[in-house]
């Protein structure tokens, strides 16, 4: 099969890059940015017919800086021939290591940013290239990539139809030169720039301010881009990739979910083998998939699901959480109510990190103590249902180069770690992204309820209520949160889609802050907690617009919810995306 090889070094959004182009069809294997390469390129299975082809490599986004030792690939990707695209420090990377300037921009260039595309032809009338054909010998084949490169940018591109040809493994048409007004919105995160071109770099395209952000090696299939293709709120972005992908790098898609399940099915059970298996299930669509996967794949006799009442949850949570299980065919399901243990351990600490900290170590300390209690063997394998979302943002993506934004609690504690060393803790969907694991969920049968379920993060109301937890807290939260959810599952979504806006939005939740305001209730003066309300779309999580909610509805939800839990002065609604705000507060 064909893949396309990332070397990650630590953006946020590098596993981003990997789904996009898997949602091309095409496989994608991500490793650390700085891994020797002369194993990967040249596998020791490669006379096996079956065997993975890498037709091209990215190199991805960074925090660092490449003239402050920021992480560097091995030079032999320079030397490899593979197609390379270089996404914003990993442009700076490939300028940098080959003779150009890159410097700090005195100011962050963040967000939409308008680029501007070079007529190419124009460009090609200009300078006359001969030193490309020069170095192909054959007639202009670089020419060719450059311009299966360039139609990306072309308002008249059409993906279908590169799809469509890469198929059918139909020739190219001659693609037509790129406008010379193309211009876009692309979306970028950098504090570097190119200052000066590596020799035999081009810059084809320019940001509004001033700086390139689409070059071109005009010999090597080197491409560059300033900003990120794979952020949703790039336009061109899936066309670029596509461009890449299909069009210099020459793949045929032939990655879908089906085989997913397959490989998941098949490493699971070579990796648990015969011994017992322990999912610890927080209610959510993740653990529900991955207990479904397991339950599907081994004898349901040894899978044990254990699921944690931490007091912490949503209302009714737990029974339709078994109701659920039991209907995938659960045996084992041991269901523990810790609510008590978790209210003490968050007494008196109102710091997130604290509060995650702590939530994440018990949930460990009583799994130890449960699974002592189930009588398990010491061989039983731990499974998890993490995402990729889960351990990039905790900084342990596969790079390990990403920063701390959060530590997620099913990946920071100390006992998991070593367990993982131990190789006793699977993680069947940490490759995955929400949207990929409700595709997964469908493909085993998960009820759709269940699938289009809003996620839930692991440590639960706890980083809902900001500040102190207490028992009182989670009540008035729990009680808001049902009414919020209730509504917006019966209420139309605007225009005449049939959806409600549960369905329109990705996850909506009430938030209660850790102040109280004053109003009237009845004539009577009223001193009652703020709530907030939070509503976003996202294609994944990993970033996020805010909810455009019909002012009609907000109204009379929080007409509703200080109507019926009186202990809520005054309801709020937040309208921060992400970035800069993370979707939880906390
Ligand atoms: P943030 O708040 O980081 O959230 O923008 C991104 C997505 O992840 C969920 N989330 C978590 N999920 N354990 C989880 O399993 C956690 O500790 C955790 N924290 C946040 C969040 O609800 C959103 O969907």
């Known amino acids: 099969m064909d893949k396309i090889l990332i070397l990650d070094f630590g953006s946020q959004t590098t596993q981003l890059i990997g789904r996009r182009i898997r949602d091309l069809g095409v496989y994608t294997e991500i490793v650390p940015g700085d891994s020797p390469l002369s194993g990967i390129l040249n596998p020791a299975d490669k006379a096996d017919k079956g065997a993975d082809v890498i037709r091209g490599i990215i190199l991805s986004g960074s925090p660092e800086s490449v003239y402050e030792n920021g992480p560097a690939p091995d030079k032999a990707v320079y030397h490899c021939g593979l197609p390379l695209l270089g996404i914003c420090y990993g442009l700076q990377r490939l300028n940098y290591d080959n003779g150009g300037a890159v410097e700090a921009l005195p100011e962050r260039e963040y967000g939409r940013i308008g680029v501007k595309m070079r007529n190419a032809e124009e460009e090609a009338r200009r300078e006359d290239l001969r030193g490309r054909s020069a170095t192909e010998g054959s007639g202009g ?13 072309d308002p008249a591109f059409s993906l279908d139809a590169l799809i469509g040809r890469s198929a059918s493994g139909a020739p190219p048409p001659s693609a037509p030169p790129v406008a010379a007004s193309a211009a876009f919105t692309a979306w970028m995160s950098h504090g570097d720039t190119l200052t000066r071109l590596a020799p035999g770099l081009r810059e ?32 061109r972005g899936l066309e670029i990739l596509a461009a890449f992908v299909f069009g210099v790098c020459g793949c045929s898609a032939g990655w879908t979910m089906e085989q997913y399940v397959e490989e998941a099915r098949r490493v699971l059970k070579k990796r648990v083998g015969d011994n017992p298996v322990l999912l610890l299930i927080s209610g959510g669509v993740d653990s529900t998939v991955a207990g479904a996967l397991l339950l599907k794949t081994l004898d349901p006799q040894a899978v044990h699901l254990m699921y944690m009442d931490t007091g912490l949850m949503r209302k009714d949570e737990t029974k339709t959480v078994q109701a659920n299980l039991e209907r995938l065919g659960a045996r084992r399901l041991h269901i523990i109510h810790c609510e008590e243990e978790f209210l003490a351990a968050l007494k008196g600490l109102d710091e997130p990190e604290a509060k995650r900290r702590a939530i994440g170590d018990l949930f460990i300390a009583i799994q130890e103590r449960e699974v002592a209690r189930l009588g398990l063997p010491d061989s039983y394998v731990l499974a998890q249902g993490t995402l990729y979302t889960d351990l990039v943002e905790s900084g342990k993506g596969v790079g390990k180069k990403a920063h701390l934004i959060k530590s997620h609690h099913n990946v920071g504690s100390p006992l998991v770690d070593a367990k993982r060393q131990a190789g006793r803790i699977i993680e069947p969907l940490d490759r995955l992204y929400k949207d990929e694991v409700r595709r997964l969920g469908r493909i085993l049968g998960v009820d759709e309820a269940v699938i289009l379920r ?13 500040g102190e937890v207490t028992r009182e807290k989670c009540e008035i939260l729990r009680e808001a949160d049902a009414i919020f959810i209730e509504e917006l599952k019966k209420r139309p979504a605007p225009g005449a889609t049939g959806l409600t806006l549960y369905d329109e939005i990705w996850q909506a939740f009430a938030v209660l802050l850790p102040i109280r305001s004053v109003g009237v209730a009845g004539d009577v003066r009223k001193y009652g907690w703020v709530l907030a309300l939070r509503a976003i779309t996202s294609a994944d999580g990993m970033t996020a617009d805010v909810y455009p909610f019909p002012v009609k509805d907000l109204l009379e939800i929080s007409t509703r919810i200080t109507n019926t839990v009186t202990d809520i002065g005054r309801v709020t609604y937040d309208i921060s995306s992400k970035p800069p705000a993370t979707i939880e507060w906390e």
């Open 454 to 466: 809003h996620p839930f993060p692991g440590p639960g109301l706890a980083v809902r209520i900001l």
């Open 204 to 235: 084809y395209g320019t940001s509004h301010t001033g700086y390139p952000a689409v070059v071109i090696h005009d010999a090597k299939p080197w491409f560059g881009l300033q900003f990120h293709p794979e952020v949703t709120h790039c336009e």
């Open 141 to 153: 084949s670089h020419e060719r990539l450059t311009r299966e490169f360039l139609a990306a940018f």
